[in-house]
C-alpha cells in the first residue's frame, strides 16, 4: 500500500471526488479524516465502508471557510492519529452561473471564500503537523485554465487562485512538502447534474479523445497519486485531467 500508516484529511469528502478520494486512501492503507459540509450521508457511509474493510476513518461536520470548524477538524485529527501527512483539500463549488453584468459583491465574495480562502485556511492549520514527507493536493478545475463556461467567471478565478497558490505554496513548503493540484475537466458529479445541461456534457464526452466523461474514481486515483511517495519528484503542478479535451 502506497500511504501504509499515513494520515490524511478530505476536506469536501461527502461525496462525488472527495468521497473517492476517502476511500482511495484507505484503500492505499492512510488514515481518513473526512470533513463535510451538508452531506453526511455519503461521509458516514465512506467511514463504514472504510472501517468495514479494516482501515481507521472518521467523519465530521464542518464548513472549511470559517477558522473554528477548520481548526476544530485539524484538532480531532491530530487527537485521533497524532500526525497529518496529506491534506487533500477537494471543498469547493460554482454555487451558480452569474455574468459579469449581474455580478454581485457578495456572490463574487462567496465563490472566492469557497474556494481559494478555504484552501488557504486547510493548508495553514495542518502545516505546523505535517512533517517532511508530507503532501498537499488540492482540487482545481479546468476552468482555471480556459475561463470556464457561460456565467462561471468567478468560479474560473478563484480557480486560477487555487492554481497560483499551489505553485507558490511548492517554493514556500519545499523540500519538506509537495504541494500539487488537479484540473478536472467534465467528470461525472452533482456539480454537472445542477450547473451543466445534458447536452452539453454529451457533446464535450464526444469531442475529447477518450469519449466520455471521467468519473470521480478517475480523479481520486491520480490524487492519490499525487500524495504518494512514487510522486516525490512532482511538487507545483497543475494537472490536467479531462479526457484530452484541453492541453495545457
Same mark, same amino acid.
Given at each position: 500500500?502506497? =500511504?501504509?500508516?499515513?494520515?490524511?484529511?478530505?476536506?469536501?469528502?461527502?461525496?462525488?471526488?472527495?468521497?473517492?478520494?476517502?476511500?482511495?486512501?484507505?484503500?492505499?492503507?492512510?488514515?481518513?479524516?473526512?470533513?463535510?459540509?451538508?452531506?453526511?450521508?455519503?461521509?458516514?457511509?465512506?467511514?463504514?465502508?472504510?472501517?468495514?474493510?479494516?482501515?481507521?476513518?472518521?467523519?465530521?461536520?464542518?464548513?472549511? !471557510?470559517? *477558522?473554528?470548524?477548520?481548526?476544530?477538524?485539524?484538532?480531532?485529527?491530530?487527537?485521533?492519529?497524532?500526525?497529518?501527512?496529506?491534506? +487533500?483539500?477537494?471543498?469547493?463549488?460554482?454555487?451558480?452561473?452569474?455574468?459579469?453584468?449581474?455580478?454581485?459583491? *457578495?456572490?463574487?465574495?462567496?465563490?472566492? !471564500?469557497?474556494?481559494?480562502?478555504?484552501?488557504?485556511?486547510?493548508?495553514? *492549520?495542518?502545516? /505546523?503537523?505535517?512533517? /517532511?514527507?508530507?503532501?498537499?493536493?488540492?482540487?482545481?478545475?479546468?476552468?482555471?485554465?480556459?475561463?470556464?463556461? /457561460?456565467?462561471?467567471?468567478?468560479?474560473?478565478?478563484?480557480?486560477?487562485?487555487? +492554481?497560483? =497558490?499551489?505553485?507558490?505554496?511548492?517554493?514556500? =513548503?519545499?523540500?519538506?512538502?509537495?504541494?500539487?493540484?488537479?484540473?478536472?475537466?467534465?467528470?461525472?458529479?452533482?456539480?454537472?447534474?445542477?450547473? !451543466?445541461?445534458?447536452?452539453?456534457?454529451?457533446?464535450?464526452?464526444?469531442?475529447?479523445?477518450?469519449?466520455? *466523461?471521467?468519473?470521480?474514481?478517475?480523479?481520486?486515483?491520480?490524487?492519490?497519486?499525487?500524495?504518494?511517495?512514487?510522486?516525490?519528484?512532482?511538487?507545483?503542478?497543475?494537472?490536467?485531467?479531462?479526457?484530452?479535451? =484541453?492541453?495545457?
Amino acid at each position: 500500500m502506497k =500511504l501504509q500508516g499515513k494520515t490524511a484529511i478530505v476536506t469536501g469528502g461527502g461525496r462525488d471526488i472527495g468521497r473517492a478520494c476517502a476511500l482511495e486512501l484507505a484503500a492505499q492503507g492512510a488514515n481518513v479524516a473526512i470533513n463535510y459540509h451538508s452531506s453526511s450521508e455519503g461521509a458516514d457511509s465512506a467511514v463504514a465502508e472504510i472501517k468495514a474493510a479494516g482501515g481507521n476513518a472518521f467523519a465530521m461536520q464542518g464548513d472549511m !471557510t470559517q *477558522e473554528a470548524d477548520v481548526k476544530a477538524l485539524v484538532a480531532k485529527t491530530v487527537a485521533e492519529f497524532g500526525k497529518i501527512d496529506n491534506l +487533500m483539500h477537494v471543498t469547493g463549488g460554482i454555487v451558480g452561473r452569474v455574468t459579469m453584468l449581474d455580478m454581485t459583491l *457578495e456572490h463574487w465574495n462567496k465563490v472566492m !471564500t469557497l474556494n481559494a480562502t478555504s484552501f488557504m485556511l486547510a493548508v495553514r *492549520e495542518c502545516l /505546523p503537523h505535517m512533517g /517532511p514527507g508530507s503532501s498537499i493536493v488540492s482540487m482545481a478545475s479546468q476552468a482555471g485554465r480556459d475561463g470556464g463556461g /457561460p456565467g462561471s467567471g468567478a468560479y474560473a478565478a478563484s480557480k486560477g487562485a487555487v +492554481m497560483t =497558490l499551489t505553485r507558490g505554496l511548492a517554493k514556500e =513548503l519545499g523540500p519538506n512538502i509537495r504541494v500539487n493540484s488537479l484540473c478536472p475537466g467534465m467528470i461525472d458529479t452533482d456539480f454537472h447534474n445542477v450547473f !451543466t445541461k445534458p447536452e452539453v456534457r454529451t457533446h464535450v464526452a464526444n469531442v475529447t479523445p477518450l469519449k466520455r *466523461e471521467g468519473s470521480s474514481e478517475d480523479v481520486a486515483k491520480a490524487a492519490v497519486f499525487l500524495a504518494s511517495d512514487e510522486a516525490a519528484f512532482i511538487t507545483g503542478a497543475n494537472v490536467d485531467i479531462n479526457g484530452g479535451m =484541453l492541453f495545457s
